[in-house]
Protein backbone atom coordinates (compact mmCIF):
# COMPACT_ATOMS: atom_id res chain seq x y z
CA UNK A 1 0.00 0.00 0.00
CA UNK A 2 1.48 3.58 -0.69
CA UNK A 3 2.20 6.05 1.87
CA UNK A 4 -0.46 8.06 2.19
CA UNK A 5 1.08 11.11 3.63
CA UNK A 6 4.61 13.02 2.96
CA UNK A 7 7.50 10.95 4.84
CA UNK A 8 8.37 12.53 8.26
CA UNK A 9 9.89 11.46 11.38
CA UNK A 10 7.68 11.02 14.19
CA UNK A 11 6.68 13.66 16.49
CA UNK A 12 7.20 11.24 19.62
CA UNK A 13 6.32 14.03 22.31
CA UNK A 14 3.05 14.83 20.49
CA UNK A 15 2.27 10.55 20.91
CA UNK A 16 0.89 8.96 23.37
CA UNK A 17 1.85 4.98 24.18
CA UNK A 18 -0.83 2.81 25.63
CA UNK A 19 -1.13 -0.53 27.15
CA UNK A 20 -3.72 -2.70 28.52
CA UNK A 21 -2.76 -5.48 31.50
CA UNK A 22 -5.45 -7.59 32.85
CA UNK A 23 -6.07 -8.02 36.65
CA UNK A 24 -2.70 -10.51 37.67
CA UNK A 25 -5.34 -12.67 38.90
CA UNK A 26 -6.14 -13.37 35.27
CA UNK A 27 -2.77 -12.67 33.37
CA UNK A 28 -1.09 -14.96 31.62
CA UNK A 29 -3.00 -18.37 32.72
CA UNK A 30 -1.06 -20.28 29.78
CA UNK A 31 2.21 -19.92 31.64
CA UNK A 32 2.85 -23.04 32.68
CA UNK A 33 5.80 -24.25 35.33
CA UNK A 34 5.43 -20.67 36.99
CA UNK A 35 3.13 -20.28 40.87
CA UNK A 36 1.32 -17.62 41.27
CA UNK A 37 3.77 -15.59 42.81
CA UNK A 38 6.22 -15.86 39.91
CA UNK A 39 3.60 -15.35 37.52
CA UNK A 40 2.97 -12.20 38.63
CA UNK A 41 6.34 -11.16 39.11
CA UNK A 42 6.74 -11.65 35.78
CA UNK A 43 3.79 -9.79 33.91
CA UNK A 44 4.80 -6.77 36.27
CA UNK A 45 8.44 -7.00 34.91
CA UNK A 46 7.59 -7.44 31.17
CA UNK A 47 5.44 -4.60 31.68
CA UNK A 48 8.20 -2.65 33.25
CA UNK A 49 10.25 -3.60 30.56
CA UNK A 50 7.97 -2.64 27.82
CA UNK A 51 7.34 0.47 29.33
CA UNK A 52 11.10 1.33 29.37
CA UNK A 53 11.48 0.45 25.60
CA UNK A 54 8.78 2.79 24.66
CA UNK A 55 10.44 5.81 26.79
CA UNK A 56 13.50 4.56 25.14
CA UNK A 57 12.36 5.02 22.15
CA UNK A 58 11.25 9.01 22.97
CA UNK A 59 7.58 8.77 23.66
CA UNK A 60 7.40 10.45 27.00
CA UNK A 61 3.34 10.10 27.04
CA UNK A 62 3.00 6.54 28.59
CA UNK A 63 -0.42 5.05 29.91
CA UNK A 64 -1.48 1.79 31.20
CA UNK A 65 -5.50 1.13 31.70
CA UNK A 66 -5.97 -1.99 34.64
CA UNK A 67 -8.01 -2.93 36.93
CA UNK A 68 -5.65 -4.25 38.80
CA UNK A 69 -4.12 -1.39 41.94
CA UNK A 70 -1.13 -3.55 41.90
CA UNK A 71 -0.31 -2.72 37.69
CA UNK A 72 -1.26 0.52 38.52
CA UNK A 73 2.12 0.94 40.99
CA UNK A 74 3.62 -0.83 38.94
CA UNK A 75 3.01 2.08 35.95
CA UNK A 76 3.66 4.77 38.15
CA UNK A 77 7.01 3.79 39.10
CA UNK A 78 8.38 2.64 35.94
CA UNK A 79 7.15 6.53 34.92
CA UNK A 80 3.89 5.52 32.74
CA UNK A 81 0.60 6.86 33.84
CA UNK A 82 -2.31 4.08 35.32
CA UNK A 83 -5.37 4.22 34.36
CA UNK A 84 -8.15 2.36 36.33
CA UNK A 85 -10.11 0.58 34.04
CA UNK A 86 -13.56 0.99 34.61
CA UNK A 87 -15.14 -1.25 31.54
CA UNK A 88 -13.97 -4.61 32.88
CA UNK A 89 -16.23 -7.84 32.43
CA UNK A 90 -18.29 -6.01 30.09
CA UNK A 91 -17.16 -7.79 26.77
CA UNK A 92 -13.95 -7.35 24.57
CA UNK A 93 -11.96 -6.34 27.69
CA UNK A 94 -8.27 -5.81 25.69
CA UNK A 95 -10.15 -3.63 22.99
CA UNK A 96 -12.21 -1.83 25.74
CA UNK A 97 -9.19 -1.11 27.98
CA UNK A 98 -7.25 0.30 24.84
CA UNK A 99 -10.74 2.85 24.27
CA UNK A 100 -10.90 3.78 27.60
CA UNK A 101 -6.68 4.88 27.22
CA UNK A 102 -6.96 6.85 23.83
CA UNK A 103 -10.08 8.51 25.42
CA UNK A 104 -7.67 9.31 28.13
CA UNK A 105 -5.24 10.52 26.28
CA UNK A 106 -7.45 12.63 24.24
CA UNK A 107 -8.65 14.16 27.07
CA UNK A 108 -5.52 14.87 29.08
CA UNK A 109 -3.05 15.92 25.83
CA UNK A 110 -4.80 18.66 23.37
CA UNK A 111 -1.90 18.22 21.54
CA UNK A 112 -1.92 14.85 20.76
CA UNK A 113 -1.09 13.38 17.27
CA UNK A 114 -0.41 9.67 17.30
CA UNK A 115 -1.30 6.51 19.36
CA UNK A 116 0.87 4.04 19.67
CA UNK A 117 -0.96 0.67 21.33
CA UNK A 118 1.45 -1.68 22.09
CA UNK A 119 1.11 -5.23 23.84
CA UNK A 120 2.35 -4.98 27.53
CA UNK A 121 4.39 -8.45 27.27
CA UNK A 122 7.33 -7.51 24.79
CA UNK A 123 10.16 -8.25 27.48
CA UNK A 124 12.94 -8.53 24.84
CA UNK A 125 11.62 -5.13 22.60
CA UNK A 126 14.39 -2.13 22.52
CA UNK A 127 14.11 0.85 22.17
CA UNK A 128 15.43 1.59 18.67
CA UNK A 129 13.18 -1.71 17.43
CA UNK A 130 10.19 0.80 19.04
CA UNK A 131 11.79 3.92 17.19
CA UNK A 132 12.48 2.36 14.01
CA UNK A 133 8.92 0.95 13.81
CA UNK A 134 7.23 4.58 14.22
CA UNK A 135 9.71 6.15 11.32
CA UNK A 136 8.65 3.35 9.29
CA UNK A 137 4.67 4.42 10.45
CA UNK A 138 4.75 8.24 10.00
CA UNK A 139 3.94 8.36 6.23
CA UNK A 140 0.83 6.27 7.46
CA UNK A 141 -2.48 7.35 9.21
CA UNK A 142 -2.20 3.49 10.64
CA UNK A 143 0.46 1.06 10.91
CA UNK A 144 0.79 -2.14 12.46
CA UNK A 145 3.53 -4.26 13.31
CA UNK A 146 2.40 -8.45 13.35
CA UNK A 147 3.79 -10.47 16.02
CA UNK A 148 6.18 -13.09 15.21
CA UNK A 149 3.50 -15.39 13.88
CA UNK A 150 2.10 -12.88 11.79
CA UNK A 151 -1.65 -13.12 13.17
CA UNK A 152 -1.49 -11.17 15.81
CA UNK A 153 -0.42 -7.27 16.49
CA UNK A 154 2.23 -6.66 18.26
CA UNK A 155 1.56 -2.86 17.58
CA UNK A 156 -0.69 -0.54 16.78
CA UNK A 157 0.04 3.21 15.48
CA UNK A 158 -2.66 5.54 14.75
CA UNK A 159 -3.71 9.10 14.41
CA UNK A 160 -5.13 10.17 17.00
CA UNK A 161 -8.90 11.35 16.14
CA UNK A 162 -9.21 7.90 14.17
CA UNK A 163 -12.71 6.39 15.89
CA UNK A 164 -12.46 3.01 14.65
CA UNK A 165 -12.52 0.17 17.54
CA UNK A 166 -9.02 -1.55 17.95
CA UNK A 167 -8.92 -5.50 16.83
CA UNK A 168 -6.69 -6.62 19.45
CA UNK A 169 -7.45 -10.58 19.66
CA UNK A 170 -7.50 -13.66 17.34
CA UNK A 171 -6.62 -12.97 13.85
CA UNK A 172 -5.97 -9.08 14.75
CA UNK A 173 -3.27 -8.03 11.85
CA UNK A 174 -5.87 -9.19 9.37
CA UNK A 175 -8.56 -6.80 10.61
CA UNK A 176 -6.48 -4.05 11.65
CA UNK A 177 -5.34 -4.75 7.84
CA UNK A 178 -9.21 -4.37 6.80
CA UNK A 179 -9.52 -1.29 8.64
CA UNK A 180 -6.92 0.60 6.52
CA UNK A 181 -3.88 -0.31 8.41
CA UNK A 182 -1.15 -0.92 6.87
CA UNK A 183 1.23 -3.81 7.80
CA UNK A 184 4.94 -2.63 7.95
CA UNK A 185 7.44 -5.04 7.48
CA UNK A 186 4.86 -7.71 6.53
CA UNK A 187 8.12 -10.77 5.75
CA UNK A 188 8.35 -10.22 9.43
CA UNK A 189 12.25 -9.43 8.98
CA UNK A 190 12.98 -6.92 11.10
CA UNK A 191 12.42 -6.30 15.05
CA UNK A 192 12.31 -9.59 16.45
CA UNK A 193 11.81 -8.72 19.77
CA UNK A 194 8.98 -6.38 19.20
CA UNK A 195 7.36 -9.08 17.64
CA UNK A 196 8.02 -11.25 20.34
CA UNK A 197 5.06 -11.45 23.20
CA UNK A 198 4.81 -13.81 25.59
CA UNK A 199 1.87 -15.81 26.66
CA UNK A 200 3.43 -19.54 26.92
CA UNK A 201 6.86 -21.12 28.24
CA UNK A 202 7.62 -21.84 24.77
CA UNK A 203 7.55 -17.73 23.73
CA UNK A 204 9.36 -16.94 27.15
CA UNK A 205 12.10 -19.55 26.21
CA UNK A 206 12.20 -17.19 22.69
CA UNK A 207 12.28 -13.87 24.36
CA UNK A 208 15.19 -15.14 26.99
CA UNK A 209 17.25 -15.98 23.47
CA UNK A 210 16.42 -12.83 22.22
CA UNK A 211 17.48 -10.60 25.65
CA UNK A 212 15.46 -9.40 27.69
CA UNK A 213 14.89 -6.34 30.04
CA UNK A 214 16.38 -5.84 33.11
CA UNK A 215 13.46 -6.44 34.92
CA UNK A 216 12.31 -9.24 33.34
CA UNK A 217 15.52 -10.73 33.34
CA UNK A 218 15.43 -10.58 37.02
CA UNK A 219 12.55 -12.67 37.41
CA UNK A 220 14.50 -15.32 35.16
CA UNK A 221 17.24 -15.68 37.33
CA UNK A 222 15.34 -16.05 40.56
CA UNK A 223 12.08 -18.27 38.69
CA UNK A 224 11.54 -21.84 38.32
CA UNK A 225 11.90 -23.00 34.79
CA UNK A 226 15.53 -24.34 34.47
CA UNK A 227 14.69 -24.82 30.99
CA UNK A 228 14.73 -21.59 30.11
CA UNK A 229 18.34 -20.74 28.58
CA UNK A 230 21.08 -19.34 31.24
CA UNK A 231 18.02 -19.72 34.48
CA UNK A 232 19.82 -22.68 36.15
CA UNK A 233 23.18 -20.67 36.31
CA UNK A 234 21.77 -16.84 36.60
CA UNK A 235 23.36 -14.81 39.57
CA UNK A 236 23.61 -10.87 39.76
CA UNK A 237 26.96 -11.20 37.54
CA UNK A 238 25.64 -13.62 35.34
CA UNK A 239 23.84 -11.40 33.38
CA UNK A 240 25.76 -8.80 31.18
CA UNK A 241 23.89 -5.18 29.92
CA UNK A 242 23.75 -3.95 26.84
CA UNK A 243 22.60 -0.71 25.62
CA UNK A 244 19.82 -0.67 29.05
CA UNK A 245 18.67 -4.09 28.07
CA UNK A 246 19.81 -7.57 29.29
CA UNK A 247 20.84 -10.69 27.41
CA UNK A 248 20.81 -14.15 29.81
CA UNK A 249 24.02 -16.11 29.47
CA UNK A 250 22.97 -19.42 27.90
Known amino acids: MPADRPDHRPATDHTAAILAVKSLADAKSRLTGWDDHNR???????????IAAIRAAGCPHVWVVSPDPVVLREAADSGATGIAETLTGTGDGLNLAMAEGIGAARRRLPELRRVLLVQADLPAATGKQILEALV??????????????????????????IGTPTRFGPDSAALHRRDGATELDPGRARWPGLRRDVDTAEDLVAAAALGVGVRTARVLCDGPDPDIPGTAECSPTAC??????VMIDR
Open 240 to 245: HRGRGY
Open 136 to 161: AAAPHRQALVADVRGDGTAMLVRDAH
Open 40 to 50: RALVTAMLADT
